[in-house]
Structures are given as structure tokens and as C-alpha cells.
């Protein structure tokens, strides 16, 4: 997976995880409470029902008190007179008061007239519920609630049915009545069906708001990882103009000094040994002397050729170290310029030799910049350690390169400083750069990862 797509996943793979927990969550809860809130709607309907069974009966049992209290065991008059006023009880279409004695004999049934005087205690309803029987059982112990399914009569068709029995013990009979449940489950049924709704509704607008937020996210994702990318790319061309433009730089002062140096000096080399051979074959007697001025020349080609050796790749910084490398760089720089440099080292050597040649090179860069623009008199170089931390700073007394409100900038082209600054960033470091008119301090920090013990430990 490339990188762009590796960002592209951890920036919207989270937050698709956070939509769907967030989502499932919200419909979570929100059905959890819709359903609480159905099912309380739902018992405080039944207990409505339920109550309005208790006044029902109540006002049946007040009708027939009088009668069915003066009344005897076996006083048929006074049980017509009682199935008279609870036939003529009913109230609604579909509510009515029902008698059955405790044999599942009916004795009152105002809206089925093939129900009286005959046995139901076996009838069963579509359930399988022994609906007399148990409605009989209810009347014995007291008086009580049962549910079961009955025709309905306004429809002829089985509805829910919740009904409440009392006992008139003395008659031995059942008096009931009921009510239908069907409409609290249409009620019900209608709040389940805005829960599924609202639930959709819920995943409509969370699908509305998510989508366009994920889209969103990954747009973002592709337009920094493509705008990155093209910075790098931008980048990477200057980089590898910049290291064309130096090794070209480089080449055209090696093909300098070639020429202007260990060229000229070859060939005056050739010229005075070609004399020389002339005046022995001429017999002449100061050949000696055109040998000497070769034999100058060529000691003088020698040191041309030692000295841009030791410029490319210092052998002192491969054997004896950064401080004795940059001692030899100073002497040189000295002898070649006229500018004093002094070299204080109170650091151990500690760094890698990758780390150590980037500070020389530093140091080169450094001293070349004193050399062409700050017409010091004076340069000092100091090596100590913090912490484990390599310093490497460098100051001259020259004029430096800021303006007169003390600002600092880097000098024309600013090459050997973005060098020195690409130097330190391979390592982690920083490079500081203080100038003023009173000269300038340059200031290279390695980190504790430059060490060679850093190193080891991570190879090992």
C-alpha cells in the first residue's frame, strides 16, 4: 500500500468505525426507548381497560343488589328479575354483561341467543384457552381478570378480549363482562410502525450527514496527499538542479585548478627538463641548473595535487579525527589566505564518520564564506560536547551579512548555507547562524543520534 492510500485509510477508516458505532448507538437507544414508551402506553391502556371493567361490574353488581340480596337460594322470580336488568345492561355494540353458572351453563348473553341454556365449560377459543372454565375459576376465587380471544360482535370476526368475573356464590353464578382489546393493538401496532420509521428516518439522516462527511474527508485526504506530492516533486527538482549545479561548480574548479596549477606546472616542468636535456647533448655545463628549476616545478605540482587531494577527502579525518582534520583545514586556509583560525576541541570522538565529515564539510563551506565575504581577520573554531551533544561553532570578526537593523540574511545565491543546513538535516541536527556587524557565529548541533554508541544499538 502506498503511502498516500495508507493515509487515505487511517483518515477515514476511523472515522467510518465512528459513524457506524455512533449510528448503531442512536438507533440502540432510540428504539430502546421508543419500545419503553410503547410498552408503557400499552399498559397504562390495559389498565384503563382494566379499570373500566371494575366500575362496569361494580355498576352491574349495584343494579341487581337489591333483588339478589332479598332474594333465596332457589327464588326463580328474583333470578328472572336479575336476568332481565342485566340484559338490559348493555352499553355500546360491543359491550354487554354475560351470566354462566358454575356448571358452564349460560344464563344471560344479550348479543348470542343460541348461548342460554346450554353447557360451554369445555368451549375453547382459537388459543386453546378454556375460556368459561376459566372464567369460572376467577369468580370462585373472588373475582378476577382473564384474557382470551371472542367474536366480536360489531365484526363477527375473533378479537383479544380482557373480561372481569365476580361470583354471586348464593346462585352459584358467574356474572362477567368485557372488554375488546383490538383497538389498543391497533394503537400499538401504529406506534411500532413510527418506531420503524422514525429508525429509518435515523439512518437517512445519519447516511446524509455521513456520506457527504466521508466524501468530504477523502477529497481532503487527496488533495493534501497530491498537493504533498507535488511539493516534493517541486522539491526534489530544485534538490537535484542544486546537486547538478554544485558538481558542475565543483568540476569547473577542479578543471580551474588542473589548469591554472598542476598544468602549468607540468608543463614547466617538461619545458625545463627539455632544456636541460639540450644543454647535455650541447655540452653546455649549467644543465644543472635547468634540472633544479624542474625539479621545483615538479615538487610544486606535488603539493597542487596534495593539496586539492586533501580538500576532496582529508586522510586526517579517516585516521586521526574531526579535531585534527580541522587543525590541518586551518593551517592550510591560513597559509593560503592570511586569516588566523583557531581551533579549540573539548569534545571526546564520539561522532559517526558520517556525522564527523558532515561538520568538516561544514567547517570547509564555513571558512570558504569567510574567505570571499567577510573580510575577517580572525576566525575561531570550537568543538565541545552537552549532554552527549556534539557543538560545533565557528566565529569570525568580520562584517557579517546583516543589515543595519541587525536582521539577518543568508549572502547572495545563499548555495553553501542551504548545504550546511541539508548537511545537519540528514542527521536530525540544527544549524544556527547569528550575524551581525560585529561578525558571525555559525553554530552546528548534532543530536545524540549521530553517536557512534546510538548507531550500534541501532544495527544491533
Given amino acids: 500500500m502506498q503511502l498516500r492510500h495508507q493515509i487515505v485509510a487511517l483518515a477515514i477508516g476511523p472515522l467510518v468505525l465512528v459513524i457506524l458505532v455512533v449510528t448503531a448507538f442512536i438507533t440502540w437507544q432510540s428504539s430502546t426507548l421508543a419500545r419503553s414508551s410503547i410498552d408503557t402506553f400499552e399498559r397504562n391502556m390495559l389498565k384503563a381497560k382494566e379499570t373500566e371493567l371494575l366500575n362496569?361490574?361494580?355498576?352491574?353488581?349495584?343494579?341487581?343488589?337489591?333483588?339478589?340480596?332479598?332474594?333465596?337460594?332457589?327464588?326463580?322470580?328474583?333470578?328472572?328479575?336479575?336476568r332481565q336488568i342485566l340484559t338490559s345492561l348493555d352499553y355500546g355494540e360491543d359491550g354487554y354483561f354475560f351470566v354462566y353458572d358454575y356448571d358452564g351453563n349460560n344464563v344471560v348473553h344479550p348479543r348470542q341467543a343460541f348461548r342460554p341454556g346450554h353447557n360451554w365449560y369445555n368451549l375453547v377459543d382459537p388459543d386453546g384457552d378454556k375460556v368459561i372454565a376459566n372464567l369460572i375459576i376467577k369468580a370462585k376465587e373472588g373475582g378476577g381478570l382473564h384474557q382470551y380471544k371472542w367474536e366480536k360482535p360489531s365484526s363477527g370476526e375473533m378479537a383479544d378480549k380482557l373480561s372481569f368475573a365476580?361470583?354471586?356464590?348464593?346462585?352459584?353464578?358467574?356474572?362477567g363482562t368485557g372488554v375488546y382489546l383490538d383497538d389498543v393493538f391497533v394503537q400499538t401496532a401504529s406506534a411500532k410502525a413510527d418506531l420503524r420509521r422514525s429508525i429509518g428516518d435515523t439512518f437517512l439522516i445519519v447516511a446524509l450527514i455521513a456520506v457527504p462527511a466521508v466524501l468530504l474527508v477523502f477529497a481532503t485526504c487527496m488533495w493534501i496527499t497530491l498537493h504533498e506530492r507535488r511539493m516534493a516533486d517541486g522539491k526534489l527538482k530544485l534538490l537535484t538542479q542544486r546537486i547538478i549545479d554544485t558538481q558542475e561548480e565543483e568540476r569547473a574548479r577542479l578543471a580551474r585548478e588542473l589548469h591554472d596549477g598542476?598544468?602549468?606546472?607540468?608543463?614547466?616542468?617538461?619545458?625545463?627538463?627539455?632544456?636541460?636535456?639540450?644543454?647535455v647533448k650541447g655540452g653546455s655545463g649549467d644543465a644543472a641548473l635547468a634540472i633544479d628549476r624542474g625539479i621545483e616545478a615538479l615538487n610544486d605540482a606535488i603539493k597542487e595535487v596534495r593539496d586539492l587531494s586533501h580538500e576532496l577527502r582529508p586522510r586526517l579525518l579517516d585516521d586521526l579525527g574531526l579535531t585534527a582534520a580541522l587543525t590541518s583545514l586551518a593551517e592550510h586556509f591560513s597559509e593560503r589566505t592570511g586569516i588566523g583560525v583557531s581551533v579549540e576541541s573539548t569534545a571526546a570522538q564520539t561522532l559517526a564518520p558520517e556525522a564527523n565529515t558532515a561538520l568538516?564539510?561544514?567547517?570547509?563551506?564555513?571558512?570558504?564564506?569567510?574567505?570571499?565575504?567577510?573580510?575577517?581577520s580572525h576566525v575561531h573554531v570550537r568543538i565541545w560536547?552537552?549532554?552527549?551533544?556534539?557543538?560545533?561553532?565557528?566565529?569570525?570578526?568580520?562584517?557579517?551579512?546583516?543589515?543595519?537593523?541587525?536582521?539577518?540574511?543568508?549572502?547572495?545565491?545563499?548555495?553553501?548555507?542551504?548545504?550546511?543546513?541539508?548537511?545537519m538535516a540528514h542527521f536530525r541536527g540544527i544549524l544556527l547562524v547569528n550575524s551581525s556587524a560585529e561578525g558571525t557565529i555559525l553554530t552546528a548541533m548534532m543530536p545524540r543520534s549521530a553517536n557512534l554508541d546510538s548507531i550500534a544499538v541501532d544495527a544491533a
Fill in 56 to 82: 362496569l361490574t361494580n355498576l352491574a353488581l349495584s343494579a341487581i343488589k337489591d333483588v339478589y340480596q332479598s332474594a333465596g337460594a332457589d327464588d326463580d322470580a328474583a333470578k328472572e328479575r336479575v
Fill in 166 to 175: 365476580a361470583g354471586l356464590d348464593k346462585w352459584r353464578w358467574m356474572i
Fill in 262 to 279: 598542476i598544468s602549468q606546472n607540468l608543463v614547466g616542468v617538461r619545458y625545463a627538463f627539455d632544456l636541460a636535456s639540450r644543454k
Fill in 360 to 376: 568538516y564539510r561544514i567547517a570547509q563551506e564555513a571558512l570558504t564564506n569567510v574567505e570571499r565575504h567577510s573580510g575577517a
Fill in 385 to 423: 560536547s552537552t549532554k552527549g551533544r556534539v557543538r560545533m561553532s565557528i566565529s569570525d570578526d568580520g562584517t557579517g551579512f546583516g543589515n543595519n537593523r541587525g536582521e539577518t540574511k543568508a549572502p547572495a545565491g545563499g548555495l553553501g548555507l542551504r548545504n550546511m543546513q541539508e548537511r
